[in-house]
């Protein structure tokens, strides 16, 4: 019985590296980029030799016949590390390596493991949220819950170790415990097509990342505050379901990760876009006619998360050719998104004044002077909102204090304009095929694009040109602060 995995030893040049676990569900490259861990030469410049064959990336372990225990020879050069001259400058690669990523001014890339740049792209976004990164930071919490689940558990660890790894690593990163985490929790990432690792789409890949660490980044008292997922991410809509034939109404609410860019022909820009997406129709029993009939829902926003997500519904299922078809059409996106259009009247009343403190200061950075009754009016709006109510409203006396800062701190700070600060690209026809790329806000203001494990910066103006209407990258998802 061939196991999937096996522990072998690696020679290269003196040195002999014992206890290198291969696992053969994954290709050779993933067993290359463990081996670039260790011993800093590049997955492309190893040379590895299995019964008088070069090692391919993406040879099929089971032909090989690799055996437990087995020693393997391993050629190639390391990266050098250019030595400093004595008591001259400190080289950027003399530094420790935690350093050399501040220096660098961005994190490292990813490693593609074979048709991995749907995780990958969806990871480089979602590191970009510090708030995110410290709650992982914390996990697991002192009394972890009982009702999550191991793979979630693992999923999470993995996560967080990734993290870690991508801001103190300055050469790529192999997220090899990463995706077996995933695919142990999602097993539809693990996919094979003739022996090969599928594409996979990495809005399903964000979704469920997102619903996993909603499950198990809980304080144990599982209030609203508690729960960081939804207070990062969260999006509670409030609709009004009419029936035009019978005449019935109701009201739904519900929380979302994400709001939907809906495109067709009359959609031109992700303002428009975003108004069909908050509209749809749905058939269901009528009571009343005593039988199935339309109905119309239309959603306003009720509650803003700090990062406001938008997905653009750039694919659709094409009956005739059995496959995920893509919507190539052109469609803008701002740097700021205003959604206060969209808000409920409740919501619109809530963002008023911190919208009015917003203007106030804008206009003091560009030099207009309001007059002084004017400003002292500012004074008491801003002591006013010092004692906001928390975003549930008043009345919640069981919340502790810390609860009810952050809440009123939030409150304060929702203006319902944000800031764009993570595109995710897809490049192709096809959502089976084709390329997923991230590009990424870093604190310092930079752009950088990160496809795979090669990041570069970007300029500002190259962002809005991620919109469609061609075979270059075209915005999937937007993350907007």
């Not at 003196?14 to 030469?41: A, H, M, R, W």
């Not at 225990?69 to 400093?84: P, R, S, V």
């Not at 490693?111 to 995110?132: D, I, K, R």
């Given at each position: ?22 696992d ?39 032909k090989l ?8 020879m ?40 074979g ?56 050469k ?48 144990p ?8 997922t ?10 009004r ?45 009528s ?32 009956r ?6 893509k ?62 109510p ?34 995710l ?32 910066i970007?300029?500002?103006e ?20």
């Amino acid at each position: 019985v061939f196991e999937a995995m096996l522990t072998v030893s690696v020679k290269w040049q003196k040195e002999l590296f014992s206890k290198v676990e291969i696992d053969t569900n994954l290709p050779p490259y993933v067993f290359k980029c463990q081996l670039f861990d260790l011993t800093g030469v590049p997955p492309e410049r190893q040379k590895i030799m299995i019964k008088g064959t070069l090692l391919k990336d993406d040879a099929d372990w089971l032909k090989l016949g690799v055996k437990e225990g087995q020693k393997l020879m391993m050629m190639g050069t390391a990266d050098e590390i250019i030595k400093a001259p004595e008591n001259g400058p400190v080289f950027a690669e003399d530094m420790p390596e935690a350093e050399q990523a501040i220096a660098v001014g961005h994190s490292a890339g990813l490693f593609n493991l074979g048709n991995t740049c749907y995780m990958n792209s969806t990871v480089q976004c979602l590191h970009s949220v510090p708030e995110l990164m410290s709650a992982l930071t914390n996990y697991p919490p002192p009394v972890r819950s009982s009702d999550v689940d191991h793979s979630s558990h693992s999923l999470t660890i993995a996560a967080r170790e990734l993290f870690n790894e991508l801001n103190k690593s300055v050469k790529p990163v192999a997220p090899v415990q990463f995706l077996m985490a995933l695919r142990s929790k999602y097993p539809q990432f693990a996919q094979l097509h003739n022996g090969i690792y599928m594409q996979q789409d990495a809005e399903e890949c964000w979704t469920q990342l997102l619903f996993t660490l909603s499950l198990t980044l809980k304080s144990p008292g599982g209030s609203q505050i508690a729960d960081t997922t939804k207070g990062l991410f969260g999006i509670d809509l409030v609709s009004r379901v009419h029936c035009a034939e019978s005449g019935e109404e109701s009201s739904e609410t519900e929380s979302v990760y994400s709001l939907k860019c809906h495109i067709s022909q009359e959609v031109n820009h992700l303002h428009e876009g975003l108004r069909h997406g908050l509209r749809s129709e749905l058939e269901k029993s009528s009571p009343s006619l005593g039988r199935s009939a339309i109905f119309t829902k239309d959603s306003r926003i009720s509650g803003l998360p700090r990062y406001l997500t938008v997905q653009f519904v750039r694919f659709f299922w094409k009956r005739e050719t059995n496959q995920k078809a893509k919507i190539l059409r052109k469609v803008d996106y701002p740097l700021e998104l205003d959604v206060y259009d969209f808000c409920s009247e409740d919501l619109k009343k809530r963002l008023e004044l911190p919208r009015q403190i917003l203007r106030d200061e804008e206009g003091k950075k560009l030099g207009l002077k309001s007059n002084e009754k004017s400003s002292t009016s500012c004074d008491v709006k801003m002591a006013d909102a010092e004692v906001l109510p928390p975003f549930g409203g008043a009345g919640e006396s069981s919340k502790s204090a810390s609860e009810e800062a952050v809440a009123a701190d939030k409150e304060r700070h929702l203006t319902g304009i944000y800031d764009l600060i993570a595109v995710l690209t897809h490049k192709g026809r096809s959502a089976d095929s084709g390329h997923y790329v991230a590009w990424v806000k870093q604190q310092n203001g930079k752009w950088v694009q990160f496809d795979d494990d090669n990041p570069s910066i970007q300029r500002e103006e190259d962002i809005t040109r991620l919109s469609g209407g061609g075979d270059w990258h075209m915005a999937y998802i937007c993350m907007y602060k």
